[in-house]
């Protein structure tokens, strides 16, 4: 019998913080080979072995992940403010 996979979506949420423009913050140059390493490594420390990963980053507008970017917010802004 033939093995069978799926392809299963999954989302990392994250945000990066900077004074410049989206355009200038995110590289363009990115290789395919540094690709396939990011992917490497988020397969080999998300998952179990075995599973492949394949990504496409985007930028997601702030509103459509609000809730997700106000959590991370708090964690890195908000132990900040506390130690003030």
Known sequence: MEEQYVAVPFSLVGF???NRSIEESI???LTP???EKLQD???RFLFTEGVRVALY???VP???A???VNELENLIFGEEEEER
Do not use: K, L, N, W
Request: overall charge negative.
């Open 27 to 29: 590289r363009s140059d």
């Open 57 to 59: 980053p985007s930028v």
């Open 16 to 18: 990066f913080v900077t």
């Open 66 to 68: 609000e809730e997700a």
């Open 62 to 64: 702030p509103d459509q």
């Open 33 to 35: 080979e540094e690709m």
């Open 41 to 43: 490594i988020i397969s």
